[in-house]
């Protein structure tokens, strides 16, 4: 399986940067330009400086586009507001946030995770990427030489033997622990006792990672790796940090780790073929009137979903709670036929539309705006789904399927800025 290994990360000095949590941000996709303007205020040694691009000019060599940020990644490593560990180790991240009312506390694995091409099936994607995204992200690799931000994964611990394991590392007085204003925290503990190390890396010898929220950073690091090798034996033994890449492991039976539903918008449609997809709707799953707010609609489909496969659809006439009809599943449907984006998106919305389906179909993590703009008719239907569970995702994506684009959500997002991960040199 994947080599799971200790590294010698980079982290803020508090001494130089002051309040730890006010220079942490979310990864890069989740970056608005409001966002990114508030991060830079909040404190001039915010990650943001370096995981964002900003005005870059697309024309130019990859060189031009992120020299500045490269300068100030080399003058904030020499000045010290950025120190690396003397040592390899694993890092050990408690984050903590508010949801629903109740204070959530997840455990992720920060470490070294030697990279894979998809077919070995030791690290596995769950979903397709775009090659722009890819792209840029190579591009900010080219220039700083390390992975900023880590790449999200999952690993099956039934037994509880990394459980036990934490605990042991917490007992010990984190080395940072950093509450935000939104009633969130981060916490980290280095792991450095190589007792414990080995125990780590005998764990993940036999097991395989699956991949949840980074598959463009990913591919990009494998991309990063091959621009600099042949793929050969020799190279892939070489204990070089460009062959591996910064993940942040968490286990699924972790009470911490939340999926949330992603929604489906339709839009600019022709009246004709609109109809007709309703007409297929109607065929495939039987219907009823749903009633109240957005939340009230997520939180009915999210309870009632959770023994069957339905989803919400909302549009000028009201919402509609619709369950897939166990007659209308076909047996070429395969196991995709527990995702209900699978079967909006191939067998309802693609036979109308064909390869015309993504100009109209959107994707959108708030429910409230994909209710209120489909009831006031600036998107002709809105779909919320449930949260995609994770034992359909494990069994789907550990038997070699990826689900539908912007299947799950994972929140939130992890936090950017605990460990910097450089890629020259050895590990």
Partial sequence: MAAVTPFRGWRYNPDKVGDMASVLCPPYD????EIQDALKRQNQYNVIHLEAGEGLDWNASVKEQYAATASLFDTWMSNGVLQQDSEPGYYLMRHSFPLGGKNMVRLGLIASVGLEDYQTRQVLPHEFTEAPAIR???????SLSANISPVMSMYRDA???LDQVFKQVMTDKPEMDAKDDSGGAAALWRISDSGIQGQIKAFFADRPIYLADGHHRYEAARQYQLDRHAESDAAKAANLAHNYVMMTLIAFDDPGLVVLGYHRTLNGVAEDKLANIKAKLGELFDSEPLAGDADALVEQVTRLGADGRL??????DGAKLLRLKDSAIKP??????????WVLEEQVLRPELGDATLNHLGFI???DEAVKRAQNGELQMSFLLKPFPLDAFESIVGGGQRLPRKSTFFFPKLPTGLVINRLDGEL
Avoid: F, N
């Fill in 159 to 161: 037994d509880g033997v």
């Fill in 30 to 33: 989740m970056i608005t330009p």
């Fill in 136 to 142: 840029d992200r190579v591009m900010l690799m080219e």
């Fill in 332 to 341: 070429d449907w395969g196991v995709l036929a527990a995702s209900e984006a």
């Fill in 365 to 367: 993590h708030d429910h």
């Fill in 311 to 316: 989803l919400a659809s909302v549009d000028l």
